[in-house]
């Protein structure tokens, strides 16, 4: 039996293991008649030209995973960011570790979907913003099909988060191969401010595919930090489908660090819904092997006077792929908009691949906006200076990957995070970079 037929066919139990609120019932009984409708994404989709899905869906996987295997802090530790105090949202296959947790409902809701789901006092925001931001298309009906976890997050008017808040997917092995399908929802009032890291680790070497769904709504003048840490395994796959809906003077940013897994496929839409927004994606990708990672980005500007800024940067070696789709829409009425858009990537070895396609599509004629792709190779004259210098090759190599990349970095407002990216970045560039940020 295909994955497909196989997820159809387990819908009916898992609604009736995991029940909720009757209007979201609804919700997904709809969402799992998409899904049979439209399917997987096929290459024979322009958005999925250059990503093939066809031998990650390959894998028998398991819709329902077992009962939470206990895992100890040493085990996870590596992959926190343990040195500042943030709350901490961790799931274990699918499933809330509450001893690995740290949630609070003091003057900021940052708890489980399952539980605003199901709780009245939830109910007018899950009314309001649930399913209201993901485009209708097989992908994000599968999630929203199978919602049951993942982190619900509100932060009320005129409050800033007094810390960061890390939410991290763990799957542990406990399942041959697994399916997991993480629901975020974060809602940002007016005058508020919140910094999200998010990442998904497997443990194992069984096959792993996250579909991944957050949708965030920034209010007037919300501020919005989210930070996506991709290092997984080579056995693990993940799609991230993230939705971005900004009001009148809000900012937004979403910096993504793609460093490992098997196939990586980043869904990154911002929806501009006012004046005076300012949005800013940027990443940064380092992968080697027969890695795979997909950035495909949309900025929507409706309302005029906004700015969008988008820089990645993509470093490949051995037979690694990477994608760049970004495409930036100018509506009419959005005059006196200013968008930047700029993919740079170095290609370190012969056979690796980059398919970069930047897109501008303008209908006002009072804007300022840009694109650029380049594709190339290090540097050899500044190769040659700084080993002229005394600097080993294979250092003066990683030196200059490095400062390519720094400019995405240098905007990352989370010293920690800066700290464990440079380490991470100087690990994969096989270099002692020999100094932090």
């Known amino acids: 039996m295909e994955l497909k037929d196989k997820l159809v066919s387990s819908f009916l139990a898992f609604d009736e293991q995991y029940q909720v609120d009757d209007d979201v019932q609804q919700i997904r009984s709809q969402a799992i008649k998409e899904f049979e409708t439209l399917g997987f994404p096929s290459k024979k989709q322009e958005d999925w030209k250059y990503t093939s899905l066809k031998s990650t869906l390959k894998h028998d996987y398991s819709v329902f995973p077992k009962k939470e295997d206990a895992i ?47 709780k009245t006092k939830f109910k007018p925001v899950i009314d309001n913003y649930f399913n209201k931001l993901a485009p209708k298309n097989g992908i994000n009906s599968l999630n929203t099909a199978f ?33 997991l399908q993480p629901r975020n929802l974060v809602v940002v009032d007016e005058n508020s401010h919140v910094q999200i890291i998010e ?12 579909n991944s769904v957050t949708e965030v709504f920034a209010d007037r003048r919300a501020i919005v930090d989210y930070y996506k840490i991709q ?145 190339g190779q290090l540097d050899e004259d500044a190769l040659f200076y700084l080993q002229s210098r005394g600097i080993p090759h294979k250092e003066a190599r990683g030196l200059l990957m490095y400062a390519f990349a720094n400019n995405v970095l240098a905007s990352v407002k989370i010293p920690e995070i800066k700290k464990r990216i440079n380490n991470i970045i100087a690990e994969k560039l096989g270099v002692e970079l020999g100094f932090n940020l």
């Open 147 to 179: 919602t049951k976890e993942g982190a619900y997050i509100h932060i009320h008017k005129n409050t800033m988060a007094d810390k960061p808040i890390q939410i991290i997917n763990f799957s542990t092995g406990n399942e041959s191969s697994l399916l």
């Open 199 to 210: 990442r998904h680790q497997s443990l194992t070497d069984h096959p792993v595919l996250t």
């Open 231 to 375: 290092n997984d395994k080579t056995s693990s796959s993940l799609i991230d489908n993230t939705f971005i809906e900004q009001k009148d003077e809000s900012n937004c940013s979403v910096h993504t660090f793609s460093l490992g897994g098997n196939l990586t496929r980043n869904n990154l839409n911002f929806y501009q819904k006012g004046e005076r927004i300012d949005s800013t994606m940027k990443g940064v990708t380092i992968i080697e092997g027969k890695q795979h990672v997909d950035h495909n980005t949309l900025v929507h500007h409706i309302y005029p006077n906004c700015e969008s800024h988008q820089d990645y940067k993509g470093i490949f070696s051995d037979k690694s792929v990477g994608v760049f789709n970004g495409k930036v829409v100018v509506e009419k009425e959005a005059q006196k908009t200013n968008a930047y858009q700029s993919n740079n990537n170095i290609l370190v070895d012969d056979k690796a691949t980059i398919n970069s396609k930047p897109q501008l599509e303008i209908f006002a004629d009072d804007v300022r906006c840009s694109h650029g792709c380049t594709i």
């Open 72 to 118: 100890e802090y040493s085990q996870i530790k590596q992959y926190l960011i343990h040195d500042i105090d943030t709350y901490d949202l961790v799931f274990i296959d699918g499933i809330y570790s509450s001893h690995l947790s740290n949630t609070t409902h003091d003057k900021i809701d940052v708890c489980l979907m399952s539980s605003a789901l199901n």
